[in-house]
């Protein structure tokens, strides 16, 4: 009898599957299943990327050493090993493949699932075997059942592979060079640490420290506004004249030369009422909701991704990496039927929902992966979730059954009130229908801003005026935070002047992907290019000096960006070859190998090192009384090429010391009390540091 594998990407997305057909036995690293439909099958699983591109020191151990005379590195074929700590799993899943017939591709359904499912497939020699391809929504029993009754080609997916692989492979040669070669750089120029550099990464960093420099070099001015205030027998309102002025003088020579003085008569002009509507916003895709749950509850974007995957898993939303804002009529009729069952979850009513198709919100033919992430048929049981996941799956189920409601409808109402032939406008807002905004008054009550009532007016009405001047100042633009900054990477063509690289940036939808965007981010962290403060995201003094020196190099650029993007694309559909990408990365490559030591020659690179060297000062070496400065991984003395050896630790018994810690060891030789040390035992405890002969030594406070 023929054998079925079906390979997953991990534990948990295997026992789901398991858990769709009648019997199934646990066994390790495997289920056993046991079905009518599948009578010799066996799931089997990786734990995400089980199979990594070789590092360069794989290929020649030479390589593993950082030196300029090495690059570029650039394989005549790149190969696949398996990754650290995984060879047990791997060794099981090969075990499996090599007795298949047919292997199903069950892994998430995106690019990246593609790539981790036929990378193991390929490297254990079995991907000339008969494939086929799982591909489902949600992790529901249902839904799991049908996506078996209905597999689709393997060989379909074919380009989606070859795209996924492509773009790995381009970012670990983007990576693996530029990292090398910007950080040799940058250390024979004084610089210390590492500084790396990527495809998508650097774009993303410039995009920040240029929003950081726009705040930093921004230089508030004054202005001044005009408004009217106006009495009419049916009551008071006020107008705005449109223009503002640059100074007081200004603004008064204006009001003297039009003689607008306390009580001089208005005549309006203009009544003009005019019914709004307002739909309920769109469905969310990943971006989107990371947007939203980081301004709503200051989540960071991997924070909501692992979050939301989570509830994914739970069998309570559909899949999360998506890039769609729309659902297709199956989707809109299961909502339908289980939506009293969604509003009861939540104690909300709809007392008119609207059942009809509306293609603002369900449209099929924009559905080309996956549909916008939506609650599936399984209800929560709210209690049993954490704090975090229930926040993230009532903003899902909110946004979902928005779309029932009516739409918000308001009369809006603009007067135009003229005092001597200038105009002063006024705009104002009745609500006629809530709609969908019911379902959002419970936490907009306490903030709601009331709309101003105006008096029933009518044209060529007199009314008298009381003019106001009003003082303000010009405000910087926001820092980005993890939610508009996603936005950003999304939108990012609209900042390119080229015209060509605008429309491709807006129609590969910017720089990074649905589920890349997020790793992005948590990259630039680790790497020491960025902190989070109050949410809005900074740049740190090393990202500074980094985008100072390579401001004029393409891999800053997010039009470089956009037209890899696009060709990439082209891969996906068939439309271009890997050999062809590559070939333009390791040219571009070579490009910027050639440009460095004029990047160097023109940056001011040395003032940098002096700017850093001088934040990284903690005090003075009590052998040599150098500078001691933060050298990463330790703190050390400046005097060390003069011998002086003088270094103390970052850690010392798993407690992280901080730079008031070493600051007070230099200067008092002791610190104040530290909590939270441990013992080689793991038994905690506190105590103060002392410097003894360039020792550390514990103090205890009973210690007599």
């Known amino acids: 009898m023929n054998k079925t594998v079906i390979l997953a990407e991990k534990p948990s997305q295997a026992s789901a599957y398991a858990e769709a057909f009648s019997k199934s036995e646990r066994k390790d690293g495997y289920y056993i299943i046991s079905d009518k439909d599948y009578p010799n099958t066996v799931i089997t699983y990786g734990f995400g990327h089980l199979v990594s591109l070789y590092n360069p020191e794989d290929y020649d151990k030479n390589l593993k050493s950082w030196k300029l005379e090495t690059l570029p590195i650039v394989p005549d074929q790149f190969k696949f090993k398996v990754g650290s700590g995984k060879s047990k799993q791997y060794k099981i899943v090969k075990e499996q493949l090599d007795e298949a017939d047919t292997i199903i591709i069950a892994t998430d359904g995106d690019r990246e699932g593609e790539a981790i499912a036929r990378l193991i497939i390929n490297l254990s020699g079995n991907d000339k075997k008969p494939l086929k391809r799982l591909w489902i929504n949600s992790l529901e029993k249902d839904e799991i059942k049908k996506g078996f009754e209905q597999l689709r080609s393997g060989e379909e997916f074919y380009s989606t592979y070859k795209e996924a692989e492509t773009r790995q492979i381009a970012d670990w040669l983007v990576g693996i060079n530029l990292s090398r070669l910007y950080t040799l750089h940058m250390q024979k120029n004084g610089m210390q640490g590492v500084f790396s550099i990527g495809r998508v990464q650097t774009p993303t960093l410039y995009l920040i420290y240029q929003r950081n420099k726009e705040i930093e070099q921004f230089i508030s001015k004054p202005f001044y506004e005009l408004f009217a205030n106006f009495t009419h027998e049916k009551g008071i309102y006020r107008g705005k004249y449109s223009k503002r002025f640059d100074n007081e003088i200004e603004l008064n020579e204006f009001k003297e030369n039009n003689q607008l003085t306390d009580n001089s008569k208005g005549l309006i002009e203009e009544v003009k009422i005019e019914e709004k509507k307002t739909y309920a916003p769109k469905l969310f895709s990943l971006s989107d909701l990371q947007a939203t749950a980081n301004k709503k509850f200051g989540y960071g974007a991997s924070e909501t991704l692992k979050v939301v995957q989570d509830l994914y898993e739970k069998k309570l939303v559909s899949y999360p990496r998506t890039d769609c804002n729309y659902i297709g009529s199956p989707e809109f009729d299961y909502l339908k039927k289980n939506l009293s069952n969604y509003l009861s979850l939540v104690e909300e009513e709809i007392k008119e929902p609207q059942l009809d198709e509306n293609k603002r919100y369900v449209d099929g033919e924009k559905v080309q992966e996956h549909y916008s992430i939506i609650p599936t048929r399984t209800l929560a049981k709210l209690d049993k979730l954490t704090d975090k996941e229930k926040s993230m799956y009532k903003l899902i189920l909110y946004r979902t059954v928005a779309i029932f409601e009516k739409p918000y409808v308001y009369d809006e109402t603009n007067i135009t009130t003229t005092i001597n032939t200038i105009p002063f406008k006024t705009t104002g807002k009745i609500e006629k ?138 891969i996906r559909n068939e439309a271009g070859t890997q050999e062809a990408f590559l070939k333009s990365i390791t040219n571009f490559i070579n490009h ?19 700017e850093i060297e001088s934040e990284n000062i ?69 105590a103060k540091l002392k410097l003894k002969e360039s020792k550390l030594e514990f103090v205890f406070e009973n210690k007599k």
């Open 433 to 570: 229908e809530l709609g969908w905004k019911k379902l959002y008054t419970k936490e907009k009550n306490d903030n709601k801003e009331i709309e101003p009532t105006l008096p029933n007016v009518l044209v060529n009405d007199t009314v008298m005026s009381k003019p106001e001047t009003k003082k303000g100042l010009t405000q910087p633009p926001k820092y980005y935070t993890e939610g508009t900054l996603i936005t950003a990477m999304k939108n990012v063509g609209g900042s390119s002047d080229n015209k060509e690289n605008k429309d491709i940036l807006k129609e590969t939808e910017g720089i990074g992907t649905e589920a890349t965007r997020a790793n992005v981010i948590e990259t630039l962290k680790k790497q020491e290019y960025i902190i989070v403060q109050k949410k809005n995201i900074l740049v740190t003094e090393k990202a500074k000096t980094l985008c100072e020196i390579i401001k004029n190099d393409e891999i800053t650029n997010a039009d470089m960006t956009a037209k890899w993007e696009k060709y990439l694309k082209k």
């Open 618 to 686: 903690i005090g003075t070496c009590p052998n040599c009384q150098k500078d001691v400065i933060d050298k990463g991984k330790f703190y050390g003395c400046t005097g060390y090429k003069e011998g002086c050896k003088f270094s103390l630790p970052k850690q010392w018994s798993s407690k992280t010391l901080t730079k008031k810690n070493i600051s007070d060891l230099l200067t008092k030789k002791e610190t104040a009390t530290i909590k939270g040390f441990k013992s080689k035992k793991g038994t905690p405890f506190n």
């Open 592 to 610: 910027l190998m050639e440009n460095v030591q004029e990047t160097f020659k023109n940056s001011d690179i040395k003032n940098h090192v002096k």
